[in-house]
């Protein structure tokens, strides 16, 4: 929910948005009792949570009732949370707001009288032997241990954050705690609290847990902190921590030869010697080229691997500065380009692709460019996507077929013309196709989106949470289906 300047639900102000969590959405609003806690909650029976809500909104003790309004709006239901002590919040320093309390005291109450509902239906002709009446659940309001636990850690974890930009009517900043997501095949991995979370199929080791093992919900990769940075290959990881870089993964030996075998690479991250202060990083493979692994450093690019001339980091030619540095493979095509200013310089070829010795192309056909997509092969440039393609000396850029009409595009997800996705970012929103002939339509439901990945399934992070879509089958160990044509929030732990 982002700040609005309207009255909400006619009568409250958003001060700012608190984020989401295990049951619903939180604010922190102005309204006619003042300061308060206001909660958004998704619910089927508009009637049974106004009967709910009404009994969690009796007072049961000392201090206000845990609820001090509610409604049920337009097919939305909310309630606002008074603070326990039934101060006006607009006085408490933002730190020292409640507001996992806050809101944990009033779905405790909503659960309550659920409970007690469900047990008045029983007794009133529901099902034999006390069991609720079919379709009523025992506990209508999902406040089981682990959601509470969800809503002190995610709410009060973003309180210290979104309170301090309290009266900014603009979009504000990710309320969430992931910063970078990266994917390719059924990995994902995503940085959230400067720690490292993967998971998927793992069929190559790639989440770095020491297994195999499939992984269907994100866990942290051990022995990593203050992480700043991903990229996920074909069977390789390569994170950045505390300005190092680590790699793993079954295609990794490439990468760090001196401490893995070849073919075997590392089941957990391998720190990779002769390079730090590294700020981006990224990472191909390849069963017919080998591997790459590309890093911006404060003394410059370096790129190493088994796929180039040196094994070890090693200075790109021609190119002594650069503030993005992307690479990709497809089958014996590769590419490698850094963004040296406001203009792409190009490394392309086969087996005989190497940024090492060759020296760079720089793209035709762009104007001041801002960013690159993950692969090097497309970027932003005035507002635009563009994409670009070729051999040799010659690297012309052409506007992306399936982003035409949009302008004021700021990020850009796609491997050019060998890409089944292609989105791209305009004003926080996305906007995906499939073929590069389609015209690439707004994916409903994400907001503020500061970063995303289509190599894998397609991965987006919004309001600083991660959500994905597409094929989730690395979900379940990398069975088939599971597809979801809209985005899941898959939620990182901290």
């Known amino acids: 929910m982002q700040p609005h300047s309207d009255p909400l639900f006619g009568r409250y102000i958003v001060v700012a948005p608190l984020g989401r969590h295990a049951t619903g959405t939180s604010s ?67 730190t020292d707001i409640p507001v996992g309390e806050m809101v944990g ?65 603009g979009a504000g900043g990710p309320s969430g705690p992931v910063t970078a997501v990266s994917g390719y095949g059924d990995t994902v991995c995503a940085v959230a609290g400067a720690r490292l979370y993967c998971f998927g199929g793992n069929r190559s080791a790639t989440n770095g847990d020491g297994t195999t093992t499939a992984r269907t919900a994100p866990g942290a990769v051990s022995g990593l902190s203050d992480v700043s940075d991903v990229a996920v290959g074909s069977g390789a990881v ?16 490439g990468l760090v030869p001196e401490q893995t075998t070849q073919y075997v690479g590392s089941r957990t991250p391998v720190k990779v010697a002769g390079i730090s202060g590294a700020t981006r990083i990224a990472v191909a493979t390849s069963n017919r080229l080998g591997s790459t692994a590309c890093a911006v450093t404060a003394a410059g690019p370096y790129c190493w691997g088994s796929a180039i001339s040196s094994m070890k980091p090693a200075a790109l030619r021609g190119v002594p500065k650069a503030s993005a540095v992307e690479v990709s493979f497809v089958g014996y095509a590769a590419i490698a380009c850094a963004l040296v200013d406001d203009a792409v310089e190009c490394w392309t070829g086969g ?75 305009v004003d926080g929103a996305v906007s995906c196709a499939g073929k590069p002939t389609d015209t690439a339509t707004v994916v409903s439901g994400l907001e503020r989106v500061t970063a995303i990945t289509t190599a894998g399934p397609t991965c987006a992070v919004a309001d600083g949470y991660l959500y994905c879509w597409g094929d989730l089958g690395w979900r379940t160990g990398g069975v088939a289906g599971g597809a979801a044509s809209a985005p899941v929030r898959i939620d990182v732990s901290r």
């Open 28 to 94: 922190l609003v102005d309204g006619p009792d003042g300061r308060q806690v206001l909660t958004v909650l998704p619910v089927a029976d508009g009637a049974v949570f106004l009967r709910d809500a009404a009994v969690a909104a009796r007072p049961s003790g000392p201090g206000p009732a845990p609820v001090l309004v509610y409604g049920f709006d337009d097919g939305v239901a909310w309630f606002v949370a008074p603070d326990p002590s039934g101060r006006d919040l607009a006085a408490v320093p933002a």
């Open 105 to 169: 005291r009033a779905l405790a109450a909503l659960d309550a009288a659920s409970v007690a509902g469900a047990g008045r239906d029983a007794a009133g002709g529901g099902a034999a032997g006390g069991a609720p009446a079919p379709g009523r659940s025992r506990r209508r309001w999902p406040l089981i241990a682990g959601a509470v636990a969800g809503v002190l850690v995610l709410v009060g974890a973003v309180v210290g954050v979104t309170l301090a930009r309290s009266g900014d009517s």
């Open 238 to 253: 390569c994170a950045i921590a505390a300005g190092d870089v680590y790699c793993w993964g079954a295609n990794a030996s």
């Open 351 to 425: 087996t005989g692709f190497d940024p090492l010795t060759k020296p760079p192309s720089r793209v035709a056909g762009l104007p001041a460019v801002t960013s690159l997509a993950t692969g090097g092969a497309c970027g932003v440039a005035d507002g635009r996507a563009y994409c670009w393609d070729g051999n040799g000396a010659t690297i012309a850029a052409a506007a992306a077929p399936w982003a035409t009409a949009l302008r004021g595009i700021t990020a850009v997800a796609s491997d050019g013309q060998y890409a089944t996705t292609h989105c791209v970012v």
